[in-house]
């Protein structure tokens, strides 16, 4: 069975720092490309990042550009967001999902995290 | 504001058929294929239609979705009550670099 379960959310002040984790069981966790979604509090869905298989190509959504990093250890099966510089506007809670073989679905989701920025 | 538009709310009652639509522009639905998401308010999004009307295993043949040109819908057929969740269509945009999704529909079954 596939699973993959988010971990790391918290509260965090205006222009500090976090890192989300996403560990991943039932699939061949290197053979996909991953996804972080987010979703603010009674808000629609937004794409954050995406990463392929051996870390040589990384999308980002443009309000997080130079602030957020994707990554991946295909040896621990585990999916990595680094959130710098954040802002209450981040605050949202934090899915992460693997990506599909066809026109970019996104396939399993976790049950998210909640990443709160206030001071 | 989302890059792709769908109608804030939506109804029907039991038995129905009702459609979602998605609308975008030539760099997003109009060259590439529509993924739509269901989602139960207080639970992760759930992939419901994907690749041209491909249905996820567990997902009913009640659910299908079409495109044409920059416009894309869900439709649902023989709606049941347990089909009362917030639907969001989805697609890669070839200027963004990136998914775009759309605001959202609340189906609400009377």
């Known amino acids: 069975e596939v699973q993959v379960v988010e971990s790391g959310g918290g509260l965090v002040q205006p222009g500090g720092s976090l890192r989300l984790s996403c560990a991943s069981t039932?699939?061949?966790?290197?053979?996909?490309?991953m996804t972080w979604v987010r979703q603010a509090p009674g808000k629609g869905l937004e794409w954050v990042a995406n990463i392929n298989q051996d870390v040589s190509a990384k999308y980002y959504v443009d309000s997080v550009k130079g602030r957020f990093t994707i990554s991946r250890d295909n040896a621990k099966n585990s999916l990595y967001l680094q959130m710098n510089s954040l802002r209450a506007e981040d605050t949202a809670v934090y899915y992460c999902?693997?990506?599909?073989?066809?026109?970019?679905?996104?396939?399993?989701w976790g049950q998210g995290t909640l990443v709160t920025v206030s001071s | 504001q989302s890059v792709l538009t769908q109608p804030p709310s939506a109804s029907g009652t039991p038995g129905q058929r009702v459609t979602i639509s998605c609308s975008g522009s030539s760099s997003n639905i109009g060259s590439n294929t529509v993924n739509w998401y269901q989602q139960v308010p207080g639970t992760a999004p759930k992939l419901l239609i994907y690749y041209n009307n491909q249905r996820p295993s567990g997902v009913p043949d009640r659910f299908s979705d079409s495109k044409s040109g920059t416009s894309a819908s869900l439709a649902i057929s023989g709606l049941q009550s347990e089909d009362e969740a917030d639907y969001y269509c989805?697609?890669?945009?070839?200027?963004?670099?990136?998914?775009?999704f759309g605001g959202g529909t609340k189906l609400t079954v009377l």
């Open positions: 989805a697609a890669w945009d070839d200027s963004l670099n990136g998914v775009v």
């Open positions: 999902a693997k990506v599909g073989y066809f026109g970019w679905n996104f396939d399993y």
């Open positions: 039932g699939f061949t966790f290197s053979s996909y490309w």
